[in-house]
């Protein structure tokens, strides 16, 4: 059976997920990132997440290369920043707030959580690499906030209860 591709993402867009920034610097120290939903914890002891990256696009080889990323999981407010991000050039900074810990990676200020994490293991997944890594340090907001979701193709949110 041949599988269709849009026909294939369409059906995986029936999965609601919720919407990351991966940040990470280049090798001349620049700050590079990406929008990504194809983020998961995978253990919690020790504590690890992985999300995949795409090979065609421009930053991959920051990710590639480097041993550090941040996962910044964004609030039901910051969908510009998710597409700020979703594009390719050195704008998608501009007005973007953050800091750095140890590894100097980019923690985008005002998401509901931000992991720092060290490269544990890389693995080949077809036309994207699947990169895990061994949360160091993290921060979360434990108040009532919501996360920015994506479905079927469009942004929504989590509703009232």
């Not at 059906?11 to 620049?30: K, L, N, P, R, S």
């Not at 590079?32 to 020790?46: E, H, I, Q, R, W």
């Not at 200020?109 to 997944?125: R, T």
Request: negative net charge; charged residues 20%.
């Amino acid at each position: 059976m041949t599988i269709n591709t849009r026909e294939f993402r369409n059906a995986h867009g029936c999965f609601a997920t919720g919407i990351t920034v991966i940040t990470a610097i280049d090798d001349e120290g620049a700050p590079v990132g990406l929008t990504a939903n194809s983020f998961t914890s995978l253990s919690l002891d020790p504590p690890l997440v992985l999300f995949c990256v795409d090979r065609s696009i421009k930053s991959f080889q920051a990710f590639h290369s480097n041993r550090h990323f941040v996962v910044n999981i964004l609030r039901d407010d910051q969908e510009h920043l998710s597409r700020q991000f979703a594009k390719s050039g050195a704008a998608k900074w501009s007005g973007v707030e953050f800091a750095t810990w140890e590894t100097g990676c980019p923690i985008i200020k005002g998401c509901i959580a931000n992991f720092e994490c060290e490269v544990e293991s890389m693995f080949e997944g077809g036309d994207h690499v699947i990169i895990v890594g061994k949360v160091n340090r993290m921060e979360f907001d434990p108040g009532d906030c919501r996360p920015l979701l994506y479905y079927r193709g469009r942004y929504s949110g989590v509703a009232e209860a």
